[in-house]
């Protein structure tokens, strides 16, 4: 296991996006679940370390962004405040300050609620501002090390040549049921991590959720939680998860949607090569972090976990939670899909960028051949204009199955 040291900053691979932000836009928002390291970011990269930084969770700054909301940016023109959506009232007063003083006024608002799915806020910020979503660690900012370039390259059609990667880890169960969020970095035991997680779990019940969106029926919300995280990495049956939480459709919805604005949870829609069609289909339905999935599924041994029937969806959205972070560092961001057709040929993931698509499978196994890539080559069959197919597995050898397929192991994306 690694041995992280609990005082040191890891960067996180988000940095360099913000940064090139702020240059040019007057306000950023950086959003994300609570515990990710937002305020983390912001109190040690650069230029924001030496900024004013002012929370929301502070009672008195609350009164104060209430009262008087630009007095919290008196005497200084570079400043963060954290956790906005506890005081909506606060942007129509930065929108103010930045239209009556263009270039003068730089700001960073951050907040554990999607900010973009607050009516009230997107409206004050339209053409103001760009968003950013901070997700929990991957393994690479965990270790201190860059972000790898691979997805990107095989957008290109660039394809690496093959051969055995030494480093390359075979099975991250432990991983999984520890998680990626910050504060798990020093705790180096099962016990601790499942209390960790217990205390995440009760602190978003009792009260993130309550100042979101006012829910006092928390065993119904909880029994949601659990059995969407018995579902991460599978097709979303709506009608079936609100029969067997014994809730009405409308109100599972509704406790789906609010778990993905305060990003807990992701919805992945299908892809296909009409847009309109696309919004259509059923989702597969994600945990933002799989070790709350497993959490709330009741495993909290490394030796349960692997013998659980779920654990091969665990470990895709392991796999899941990568891609995405690598998919939010492009230029614009690049989008995550999955490919399923009438007659159930599919593949886990399309990674679309701008015209660009790259088709992605997740494989549990050591060993891999030809056999294995009948999706990715259905797929590619079906859009022959897309840069290739990527295997990502548990072996140690990056081997070419095809002329633009490609199997890597899974650690040629964590970092």
Request: aromatic letters at 10%; charged letters at 20%.
């Amino acid at each position: 296991m690694n041995n992280f040291s609990e005082t040191s900053y890891r960067e996180r691979w988000l940095t360099p996006l913000l940064q090139a932000a702020i240059q040019d836009h007057p306000i950023v928002v950086l959003t994300g679940a609570r515990q990710v390291g937002k305020s983390t970011l912001l109190m040690n990269a650069e230029p924001f370390r030496g900024w004013r930084f002012r929370t929301l969770d502070d009672f008195d700054t609350l009164e104060q962004a209430h009262s008087n909301p630009e007095s919290l940016w008196s005497g200084v023109n570079q400043v963060v405040l954290d956790e906005v959506q506890k005081a909506p009232n606060l942007l129509p007063a930065i929108k103010r300050t930045v239209d009556q003083h263009p270039g003068k006024y730089q700001f960073v608002l951050s907040g554990s609620a999607n900010l973009l799915q607050m009516k009230r806020v997107s409206e004050s910020l339209a053409g103001r501002a760009v968003y950013f979503v901070l997700d929990p660690m991957s393994m690479g900012e965990m270790n201190n090390r860059p972000h790898p370039d691979l997805l990107a390259r095989l957008l290109r059609g660039e394809f690496p040549e093959e051969g055995e990667i030494p480093s390359a880890l075979s099975d991250p169960a432990e991983m999984i049921l520890r998680g990626f969020m910050p504060p798990l970095l020093t705790l180096n035991s099962s016990q601790a991590w499942v209390r960790w997680w217990e205390g995440y779990v009760a602190t978003y019940l009792e009260r993130d959720l309550r100042q979101v969106a006012q829910i006092d029926a928390l065993l119904d919300f909880r029994r949601v939680m659990e059995l969407a995280a018995l579902r991460s990495a599978q097709l979303l049956n709506q009608s079936e998860l609100a029969r067997d939480a014994r809730l009405s459709q409308p109100t599972t919805h509704r406790y789906l949607n609010i778990l993905e604005t305060t990003h807990l949870f992701n919805r992945l829609p299908a892809f296909t090569a009409s847009r309109t069609t696309r919004l259509l289909k059923s989702p597969k339905v994600f945990f933002n972090d799989p070790a709350l999935a497993v959490f709330l599924s009741g495993y909290y041994e490394v030796d349960d976990l692997l013998k659980a029937r779920e654990y091969g969806a665990y470990f895709e959205t392991f796999i899941y939670h990568h891609l995405r972070i690598l998919a939010r560092l492009m230029t614009p961001a690049g989008r995550l899909h999955f490919w399923r057709t009438m007659d159930g040929t599919e593949v886990d993931f399309v990674l679309e960028h701008g015209r660009r698509l790259l088709a992605i499978e997740v494989k549990l196994t050591g060993t891999i051949g030809y056999k294995d890539t009948a999706g990715l080559r259905a797929f590619l069959t079906d859009h022959p204009h897309a840069s290739g197919g990527l295997i990502l597995y548990s072996g140690a050898r990056v081997k070419r199955l095809d002329e633009n397929i490609l199997a890597v192991p899974w650690s040629s994306i964590t970092g």
